[in-house]
C-alpha cells in the first residue's frame, strides 16, 4: 500500500504544532508529533521509497488544506495507542492513479492555493523521491507480468520530483546472475550512500 506510507510522510514533512498534527490523541509529554508536524519550514524534502512490488491495495483518506502550507494533513491520524483515530478507507483499485496523485501533492509548490497543493517544493527546490526496487520481481531474469507496470511506477514517481525516469541501475537491489543475499546488502548500501551524498541535511524518523 505505498499510498499510505507516501500520506504519511507528508504528514511528517509538516511543521504544525497545533492539535491538528503535533498533539492529536493527547499524547504523553515527549511524543508529541506522532502523527506527523516533525517537519523543518524551509528544509529541502526527501523521501527514499522502498517497494517489493507493485501495489495491490488502497488506502484514501481526506485532505485538509484550510490550514494552509506546512499546517495541511491527511486524516490518516491515531492516538498514540493506536486504539483509536482516523483510519483509511480501502474500496478502490485505480492504485497508480492514487499514488501519483499523493506524489503530485507532494512535490506541489508550498505556496499554492490550486489543487493539488499545498506541497513541499520551495524556491525551485524540487522534493526529491528517490525509489529502490527489491526482490524476487525485479530480477534481470524475471518474467513477473508486474515488474514492468511496477518499474513505470517508480519511474514515474521520481520524474515528478525531478528525478531520472527510468530509476537508475543502481537503485535495482537483485541479486542477479551468481548473486546472493550479500550481493543485496552490498547494492541497497551502495544506493544509500549515493542517496545521502547529494546534499541534503538528513533527518531519520523512526
Not at 488506502?59 to 493506536?82: L, M, T
Not at 496523485?101 to 525551485?124: H, K, Q
Amino acid at each position: 500500500t505505498p499510498a499510505m506510507g507516501l500520506m504519511i510522510a507528508y504528514n511528517q514533512f509538516a511543521s504544525d504544532r497545533s492539535n491538528m498534527l503535533w498533539t492529536y490523541g493527547s499524547p504523553p509529554s515527549g511524543q508529541e508529533g506522532y502523527n506527523g508536524g516533525n517537519g523543518r519550514r524551509g528544509a529541502r524534502k526527501m523521501i527514499v521509497f522502498e517497494t517489493d512490488g507493485r501495489p495491490t491495495q488502497y488506502a484514501s483518506a481526506g485532505f485538509v488544506s484550510s490550514g494552509g502550507p506546512y499546517k495541511s494533513y491527511y486524516q490518516i491520524r491515531v492516538n498514540p495507542a493506536e486504539t483509536s483515530g482516523e483510519f483509511p478507507g480501502t474500496s478502490g483499485t485505480n492504485y497508480y492513479t492514487q499514488v501519483y496523485d499523493i506524489v503530485d501533492r507532494i512535490v506541489a509548490e508550498d505556496t499554492t492555493t490550486a489543487s493539488p497543493g499545498p506541497g513541499y517544493r520551495r524556491g525551485g527546490r524540487n522534493v526529491l523521491i528517490h525509489c529502490l526496487a527489491f526482490g524476487s520481481m525485479f530480477e534481470p531474469n524475471s518474467t513477473d507480468p508486474n515488474k514492468g507496470p511496477a518499474l513505470t511506477m517508480l519511474g514515474e514517481i521520481q520524474a515528478r520530483g525531478g528525478l531520472p525516469n527510468p530509476i537508475e541501475d543502481w537503485k535495482h537491489i537483485v541479486a542477479g546472475p551468481g548473486g546472493d543475499y550479500n550481493t543485496k546488502i552490498d547494492k541497497i548500501r551502495d544506493a544509500f550512500n549515493r542517496i545521502m551524498q547529494d546534499g541534503i541535511q538528513v533527518s531519520l524518523l523512526y
